[in-house]
């Protein structure tokens, strides 16, 4: 059975040499992990090849 992703990732705030590599791709896991500095949600997200990247609410789409 093959897994929906939550959404995709896009690097609009997070723009670090990872980000803008998974530019686009779909995530299938997100956690909750507070506030930034500035005060944005931030996310622990999760792509199709296992590897979890932080992002903060602006990156992501449903």
């Known amino acids: 059975m093959k897994k ?10 997070t723009k670090d040499a990872v980000a803008r590599t998974r530019d686009g791709w779909p995530y299938f896991a997100a956690n909750s992990r507070g506030l930034t ?25 449903s």
């Open 4 to 13: 929906e992703p939550l959404g995709i990732f896009h690097a609009v705030e």
């Open 37 to 61: 500095s500035t005060g944005q949600p931030l996310f622990e997200i999760q792509f199709g090849d296992g590897e979890w990247m932080l992002a903060v609410l602006a990156d992501l789409s």
